[in-house]
């Protein structure tokens, strides 16, 4: 029998020591020397390192394989960590792994220069306010060096220059401090700090930026900055950002997508309940002008979301036609819980860009008068609003109103707008039209095209034309109303004249009605109230006009009787296109009189009506051809 005798001190080894600074990496190499006949694998494993108070974490060391009578190097790393400058000293055994009894300890050290360094948990912080509202974000500084940092000290410039302060062009204020540093950081530790900003509340809308930096005294002086964003917002959430039982995600529109005036953009917003309720909710859009400080439209939608879940909700968000697209604006998607949006509201906001066509236009109102009632062989109105919408004027535009069904193909003149901002930037076009005697009752469907010069459709509106049951009656008729083009302005008082023919058999009792109208007031009317079978009376309204009155406006008046016939007739009036007639003196004299004679007799005025409108009849009489 024959034995293998090893030796217990056949491994030795070596490693040199080695030095760095806080964050940097060192590498040892460790050296074994096998004094044997056989090869053998040794393991290493090392104790942490100490400077007798701290301590730095072992590493770890791969096997290495030494040959026989020869010797093999296995290198390792230690990261030298944010820990108080000195030596550190461990020891390393190295273990021959077939025979326990042949090891080898060393001693090695690892010196931790002494360095002042920081770093912060962020290189930006951005905050979002309202005037008035204060908000606040946090960082964290870490000592990342080897000394203790103290002294330290925290401010703020705006990229204006200004110091603890942002102003706006007028010099209204954002303060912005800081609380929450420590006095003192020693290596390896970190503190946060809670960034304040209290805007004015007159702050312009905006996005302002500024720098802030952190100093601090080690073994000598180290610095640290993070950049600073802060946008004042509108008032969206009326006590400001509160609480945080939301996660809202814009989905659709993305950032800086381009829409045209008028368009319908089709909102997607993601709403995540973070409460530990499930909540009913209450959203507010808001298309904002960042340049105007207008809210120029808003939408609201209402649901709920389940605690910890999510609910999209869809809204189709029409943008005003009559936006400056040289302006800025963004959306601001508000979220509250319903009736408690003092302690729970959260908003998110993205920006779009609105362009305009050169040259466009649109069918901005079309309406029908009478809307209701219509029957056969009656008369009606068909009104439209033009709008240009273009960055420049348009030329030779018509319009044409067309249904089969009605018996209606018309076409406007040919007429020019000016551009979308210009005062000539809207036409108004009326349609006089009737009913068929031929036609059934039911809905029936006007189509509004709008064309350019070439014959291109530019919009289109359908118009529903509701047409009630057509008896021999409703054929016949019993009441005719004319109005008459010409009208009367005598400094703010309107005139309207009009002709009512009782075409039916009977006696009717009549009521002259104007329809309320926000461009002037109904001060009084001149009508008979009896109409005999077969006779015509003239009638008279008047109106007091709003200094603001211009342009285009119509006046719907409806004459009833007391067999339920009615019929009704729209008229348009112009002020300041259009120039309206003379006023007869004749008549100003009635209106003269009425006025100051307001509290005599009333059978007084009535037998001077009848004498008048005798006068009036034998006049057209004497007139007629």
């Known amino acids: 029998m024959a034995f293998a005798l090893v030796a217990a001190d056949d491994l030795s080894g070596s490693i040199s020591s080695q030095s760095g600074n806080p964050g940097s990496t060192v590498t040892y190499t460790l050296t074994y020397t096998n004094a044997g006949a056989t090869a053998i694998t040794v393991s290493s494993t090392s104790t942490s390192l100490s400077d007798g108070t701290n301590t730095i974490t072992a590493p770890t060391i791969s096997s290495v394989s030494v040959p026989a009578a020869s010797s093999a190097t296995v290198s390792f790393t230690i990261t030298v960590p944010s820990t108080p400058a000195g030596t550190y000293t461990g020891t390393i055994t190295g273990t021959d792994t077939s025979n326990s009894a042949n090891t080898e300890t060393l001693s090695y050290s690892l010196t931790v220069n002494s360095v002042d360094s920081m770093t912060l948990s962020a290189s930006s912080l951005s905050l979002e306010l309202q005037g008035g509202s204060a908000e606040t974000n946090t960082f964290t500084i870490t000592n990342a060096g080897s000394t203790t940092l103290s002294s330290f000290s925290i401010s703020f410039t705006s990229s204006d220059g200004d110091t603890g302060v942002i102003k706006d062009n007028d010099d209204d204020e954002t303060a912005v401090t800081f609380t929450g540093a420590s006095s003192s950081l020693s290596p390896g530790s970190s503190t946060t700090v809670t960034v304040h900003a209290d805007p004015d509340d007159s702050m312009d809308l905006g996005t302002y930026s500024g720098t802030i930096n952190i100093t601090a005294t080690g073994s000598s002086s180290t610095t640290g900055s993070l950049s600073l964003s802060t946008t004042i917002s509108p ?114 906001s993205v920006n779009i860009d609105l362009s305009r066509k050169d040259e466009d236009a649109i069918i901005s109102e079309a309406s029908l008068s009478p809307a209701v009632g219509l029957t056969c062989g009656d008369d009606y109105r068909v009104s439209l609003y033009i709008d240009s919408t273009g960055g420049d004027g348009i030329n030779d535009l018509y319009v044409e109103v067309q249904d089969g069904d009605l018996g209606v193909q018309e076409s406007s003149e040919n007429f020019d707008l000016g551009d979308f901002n210009d005062d000539d930037n809207q036409e108004k076009l009326s349609f006089d039209l009737t009913i068929p005697t031929d036609i059934t009752e039911g809905d029936y469907s006007l189509e509004a095209i709008l064309y350019d010069t070439n014959g291109k459709t530019l919009d289109s509106e359908l118009i529903t034309v509701t047409v009630d049951s057509c008896t021999a009656q409703d054929i016949a008729g019993d009441i005719r109303l004319d109005i008459s083009e010409d009208y009367t302005v005598d400094g703010d008082q309107l005139t309207l004249g009009m002709v009512i023919t009782n075409t039916g058999e009977k006696t009717s009792t009549l009521t002259v009605t104007a329809s309320d109208v926000d461009w002037a007031t109904f001060s009084g009317s001149e009508y008979l109230e009896s109409l005999q079978a077969g006779d015509e009376e003239h009638a008279y309204l008047y109106l007091t006009l709003d200094a603001s009155t211009t342009g285009k406006h119509d006046l719907e008046v409806t004459v009833t009787d007391d067999l339920g016939n009615s019929v009704t007739k729209t008229v348009t009036v112009d002020f300041g296109e259009a120039s309206a007639v003379e006023e007869d003196s004749f008549f100003s004299g009635i209106n003269s009189w009425f006025a100051n004679n307001a509290q005599g007799s009333f059978w007084i005025i009535v037998d001077i009506i009848l004498v008048i409108l005798a006068l009036v009849f034998v006049r057209m009489l004497f007139n007629k051809k």
């Open 235 to 348: 008032d969206i959430c009326e006590e400001g950002k509160q609480g945080s039982d939301f996660n809202i995600d814009i989905r659709n529109p993305d950032s800086s997508d381009d829409f045209v005036p008028g368009d319908t953009v089709p909102m997607e917003i993601k709403v995540e309940n973070n409460a530990n309720d499930d909540l009913d909710v209450e959203l507010e859009i808001t298309l904002y002008n960042l340049d105007s400080g207008n809210k120029e439209a808003v939408e609201r939608v209402s649901g709920s979301v389940n605690e910890d879940e999510s609910e999209t909700f869809t809204v189709d968000f029409e943008i005003p036609q009559d936006l400056d697209d040289k302006d800025d604006y963004r959306f601001y998607v508000q979220v509250h819980e319903d009736g408690n949006e003092d302690d729970s509201c959260d908003y998110e």
